[in-house]
């Protein structure tokens, strides 16, 4: 069912007011994520940084600092170019630095004081063909980082700078708001979402503005699944003998063994974590639309037998008793719950076809069920705030993809295993990590798992105000997103996908699409070229050329069989993903047909005045092609308009 229009817009002046107003304990609405590390407004701690002496990761000493991470912090990710005489496998590091400091006539490396035709300005500047480089971080500069209470001095200050620029462009704070959430309702509308809530923010004070939130999502038309989990009151109420024994309660592998005593005290606090939940879900369901001008939505919270479990079993000689694994995820039943707009809600207990009762870690639950849904998102509230940062630049990490996510697992030795449980490194490994980084890498591991399984995209959002409407409905976010790889097949072009370039192309070059290229041409550019390839098949192929600080996207085609299904737009968002990490600050595009594929993904038309220097003055006056120019600036921006095309 749909919310009407008066709910909606009821729900995004509350998202636009609370965006700007909310300022403890959180990163600043709108603020570029790479300025704050900069300005230093946040406290933070330095809690992990991935080493490996052996098999075994290091908790980072605060008081000291790594000599390399100090002498590179005002280091800037470089682009390996291939300069025209140089052979393609020598690399030649350029750094944005360098582009931003030896002026406009800086030329993928060279300084020329003029550029003509006759000096070969024509020759095409090439980035590297090893840009997985370039694209993907390395796992030993990603490090842990917990951040603190934030200066609310500076916090004040900076909103203050925000609402005067906004009101010196003649718009109020909250409209510019409005309208940089409208691409964020409308992808995230009717998408499917689960939450995992960890039982220790019910005592945090600002949990009853964390369940506002939530229900904020299910007013602008989110179908909601919310998996509770309750460790903290369970580890509470247990009380264990310190001679090392396994005894009933204690935990193994990170699992609890858990008897029958044990079971009866989970049985408590799962219901009384349920019952908790579902107060102030029902309060702001019906707070909501009372605001929503008195229009009934019928949404309730529903709690059920919406997933069936199994015993753990015996492993290692250990037997776990009452302790479960996921059987079945009753999907449909989930679904229909959702057709009738009410709010789904587990906890980590799951009975069995016998009518046996199983405790399930939540994380695994909420990984399980997001899976078996075919969710959009999976969404886990961390317990600490902690966030991932870049040990190079001092930067905070706002996204990650699949494969630098598997390579930062395996290099901290971070594994899931078949029965629904994570390990860090050995039995002894959780105790000399730092809290915070646990709750983190732990969740990374199960967000890598749902990934595999389907689900698009998993976010870990840090327990401060307002934290999940910045980290859903703003462009600069607040934890840390992890997308699928949807550039997988994409690959820089050989001399051995000539052929397939050219009958790809061909097509157009005869209706007058594209400038002729002949197999000669391609073959002697190809270090230019990248495809989209499966099974040895070219499905799409672009050009990339780089000038100055801008990068040309040319010969941008997609095969007819798979027009329409977002491979031109994955093509299009991986070429700005190399042209941003490369030190470009724009790309363009020369058309005489296909200009408004690019006005729709953001391209606005520019004189030919705006071309780099290097690239004026080939400009075909004959051929008279329309220049469409994108400002790029940060990999977030471009993460917020996969949402539009990879659904």
Not at 501 to 524: A, C, F, H, M
Request: proline share 4%; net charge negative; charged share 25%.
């Amino acid at each position: 069912m749909t919310p009407p229009i008066r709910p909606v817009f009821a729900c995004l002046l509350l998202i636009s007011v609370k965006c700007f107003t909310s300022q403890v304990n959180r990163i600043t609405p709108g603020m570029d994520r790479r300025l704050y590390s900069r300005y230093n407004f946040l406290q933070k701690s330095v809690l992990f940084e991935s080493r490996q002496q052996g098999d075994n990761m290091l908790p980072i000493n605060n008081d000291k600092e790594d000599t390399d991470t100090k002498s590179s912090k005002q280091s800037i990710v470089t682009a390996a170019l291939d300069f025209n005489d140089t052979p393609p496998n020598i690399d030649v590091p350029l750094s944005v630095q360098q582009i931003k400091t030896t002026g406009e006539n800086f030329i993928d490396g060279e300084n020329v004081d003029e550029c003509t035709e006759e000096e070969g300005c024509d020759i095409p500047r090439f980035i590297n063909p090893n840009v997985d480089d370039i694209l993907q971080l390395r796992p030993q500069d990603i490090r842990i980082v917990k951040l603190e209470q934030s200066d609310e001095e500076y916090q004040k200050d900076l909103d203050a700078k925000r609402a005067a620029k906004a009101m010196s462009r003649g718009i109020y704070p909250f409209v510019d708001m409005f309208r940089g959430a409208a691409s964020y309702i409308a992808s995230h509308r009717a998408s499917v979402v689960v939450f995992h809530i960890p039982g220790d923010l019910l005592e945090w004070d600002g949990f009853t503005d964390m369940i506002n939130d939530i229900t904020l999502l299910w007013l602008l038309g989110m179908k909601l699944v919310i998996v509770a989990g309750c460790t903290n009151f369970i580890d509470r109420r247990l009380a264990n003998d310190n001679s090392g024994e396994l005894l009933p309660g204690s935990m193994r592998h990170r699992i609890r063994i858990t008897d029958s005593e044990t079971l009866r005290v989970i049985k408590e606090e799962a219901g009384f974590v349920r019952f908790e939940i579902e107060r102030q879900l029902a309060r702001a369901l019906r707070q909501g639309s009372l605001n929503a001008g008195g229009v009934s939505l019928n949404g309730n919270v529903v709690s059920g037998n919406f997933f069936s479990a199994q015993p753990f079993g015996v492993v290692d000689g250990v037997d776990y008793q009452y302790t479960g694994v996921i059987r079945r995820v009753e999907a449909e039943k989930i679904r229909a719950a959702h057709d009738s707009n009410d709010v789904v809600l587990l906890t980590s207990l799951g009975m069995s076809p016998s009518g046996e009762a199983f405790n399930v870690n939540s994380e695994s639950l909420a990984a399980g069920v997001a899976s078996a849904l075919n969710a959009d998102k999976i969404v886990f509230f961390s317990k600490y705030g902690a966030i991932l940062e870049n040990k190079k630049s001092d930067e905070m990490i706002m996204s990650l993809r699949v494969p630098e996510l598997r390579k930062f697992l395996e290099f901290n030795d971070v594994k899931l295993q078949g029965k629904g449980f994570a390990m860090i490194g050995n039995e002894d490994t959780k105790e000399s990590l730092e809290p915070a980084v646990d709750d983190m890498l732990i969740k990374l591991a199960w967000s890598h798992q749902v990934l595999q399984n389907g689900v698009k995209r998993a976010h870990i959002v840090p327990p401060w105000n307002g934290a999940l409407l910045q980290e859903l409905y703003t462009q600069d976010g607040s934890g840390t997103l992890i997308n699928r790889d949807v550039y997988e097949g994409i690959r820089h072009a050989t001399v051995e996908d000539v052929a397939g370039i050219y009958e790809l192309t061909e097509p157009l070059v005869r209706e007058g699409i594209l400038v002729n290229r002949s197999k000669n041409q391609i073959e002697k550019d190809v270090n230019s070229y990248y495809i989209y390839t499966r099974d040895s098949l070219v499905l799409a192929c672009a050009q990339l050329k780089r000038y100055e600080s801008s990068s040309e996207i040319g010969c941008l085609v997609v095969s007819k069989k798979f027009r329409g299904s977002g491979k031109g737009d994955a093509m299009l968002a991986y070429l700005e993903r190399v042209s941003l990490m490369s030190g470009g600050t724009s790309v363009f595009v020369l058309s005489t047909q296909t200009m408004q594929f690019f006005v729709e993904r953001g391209f606005q038309k520019v004189t030919v005045e705006s071309l780099p220097p290097s690239r004026r003055v080939n400009y075909d006056v004959k051929r008279n092609s329309k220049i469409y120019m994108k400002k790029i600036s940060d990999q977030r921006e471009i993460d917020a308009e996969e949402l539009l095309w990879d659904r």
